[in-house]
């Protein structure tokens, strides 16, 4: 009879053991991207499964920060936009985790493997270490905006645009009706594009040691190979990803001082949700601030993600609920609204604002913290706060509005197609595409938009405690990085979540540790039982994607986002 191998036995034993209390090393993978909310859908929870959440990877190292196991972070970072101020947001985090005596390592492949990767490198430039494969390249080439205007087709293929905006910088359909940048457009993009970049700059100068004119000069002579770039001073080192493993491992392993076992590697979102398993009791009593997230395009009806390609949607309902069911919880003393948004619908994003105040009005404050985006009606949305954080980078006010119809008839006619109507009032055909607007349908139109207008910077200029003249210098469509938005008095402190989480604590008098959790938790059940009333915490209205109204259709066959009137326009990706 052989004897038993009883280390072999135990050998399990011992590696979920040192899994569970022995030294660790946080690893994170950007690749795939990371995203702002949990879907509230099975589908889109399942697919959102390859893209770690911000507030999950945040909370997981600034967790591992005060977690006496952690030894380090490693983050894989590659040439793939993260959205500007989840770098800043990201960043700020990493310097947190660095402060509390941390070693915060970035290695990549390639910033951009030939091709832009500015905003990455920016990234990695937070961490203590920046390695960067032999083979790879530093994409380090500057920002840019970049806009396409397709006037010249639209006329080619005989469809004209009738549209009205207020005012000059609302720029929304300036790709349709105009052959390049008008004074205004070019400004603002100017302005933009010289605010990140001054931001960008002073970030990589001061992670790197460096002067911001030699950055300056560097990002005039990229993108550069691997070895310019270590001799350059901007990467640390070079080597693959079992090099610097490897050299983690050896570092804080018992080789080289260490105690006790090699470290494990975890993922930030793994350790994050087993560390809150394990510290969280399923019944959580106490006060708390909640944490109400939305993002993606504002419209009235339920949050959603669309079927196809996954766009996000800001439902007045769903948002408006959650804001009843905290101001009701007794456990909610504050709230902090991440707000990621570009816009929409004028209507929609007043209900949202409107629960927003009657919640800070209750006693409960609430602190919005914008995202990437915080434009017109994701401005708009936020003005109902007790206070607004923003990033450097967030692209915010858009303070403006603006609407329109494309007119078909010439295409129409070229295509040998033919439309006829009978109408049951003078102005009942007026989003009609076979035809222009009338002298009095026009001023219906402008009649409207300057409602709209004059409502939002009336509403910005109380909630702001401005005169409506510096509004209106402000507003005018025009669109602010958060930096220029702080300066500007839009905005009232600068900062992602943590420093919007301690804003709320402060107003509520809070202590320090009190703690931040996702608001409204719905368990599976719950999902499945429809709600009693409005005010329950999963009521949501019947969905309506319609936020145009009327303009629906026309919105469409325009080309503007389906989402409203109030939303910033372009893409406004920066690369």
Known sequence: MDMVDVAKLLEPVSHVRRRRFGPLVLELDLTEGITDETPTDPVGQLMAKRHPQLADIVTGIRRGARDDRVRALVAKIDGKPLGFAKVQELRETVRAFRAAGKTAVAWSESFGDVGPGTLPYYLATAFDEIVLQPTGSLG?????????????????????????????????????????????????????????????????????????????ELVGSGPLLAEEAHAAGLVDRLGYRDEVYAELFDRFGPARGGTG????????????????AVQVPQVRPGNYVAAISANGVIVSGRS??????????????????????????????????RVDSRGGSAVASDVIRREIRLTRESGTPVVAAMGDFAASGGYYVALGADSIVAHPGTLTGSIGVYAGKAVLSGLMDKL????????????????????????????????????????????????????????????????????????????????????????????????????????????????????????????????????????????ARLGLPDAGPLVLPGSWEVS
Do not use: C
């Open 140 to 216: 380090l080439t500057g920002l840019s905006f970049s806009s396409t205007f397709v006037a010249d087709a639209a006329d080619k293929l005989g469809v004209e645009y009738e549209v009205g905006a207020r005012h000059e910088y609302k720029t929304a359909v300036n790709t349709v009706t105009q052959r390049g940048f008008t004074e205004p457009h070019r400004e603002t993009v100017s302005r933009l594009v010289s605010s990140l970049t001054e931001q960008v700059t002073a970030g990589i100068a001061e992670g790197r040691g460096m002067t911001t004119s030699r950055v300056d």
């Open 261 to 276: 076992d090699t470290p494990h590697l975890q993922y930030v979102s793994r350790y994050q949700h087993s560390a809150g």
């Open 304 to 337: 959603h993600r669309a079927p196809v390609g996954g766009a996000s949607y800001m439902g007045a309902d769903t948002v408006a609920a959650a804001f009843r069911a905290a101001r009701r919880d007794p456990n909610v003393r504050a709230v902090v609204f």
């Open 416 to 555: 040998g197609v033919a439309t006829d109507s009978v109408d049951g009032g003078k102005h009942a055909g007026m989003f009609h595409t076979d035809r222009g607007f009338t002298e009095s349908e026009w001023e219906r139109m402008n009649a409207t938009l300057d409602s709209i207008y004059d409502d939002f910077t009336a509403k910005v200029a109380e909630a702001r405690g401005m005169t409506r003249q510096r509004v209106d210098e402000l507003a005018r469509g025009r669109v602010w990085t958060g930096q220029d938005a702080h300066a500007g008095g839009l905005v009232d402190e600068l900062g992602g979540i943590a420093t919007a989480v301690r804003a709320a604590r402060r107003m509520a008098d809070l202590p320090p540790g009190t703690p931040l959790r996702r608001f409204p938790q719905v368990n599976p059940l719950e999902r499945l039982v429809p709600p009693e009333s409005s005010e329950e915490r999963t009521a949501a209205a019947q969905l309506r994607l319609d936020a145009w109204g009327p303009l629906a259709q026309v919105a």
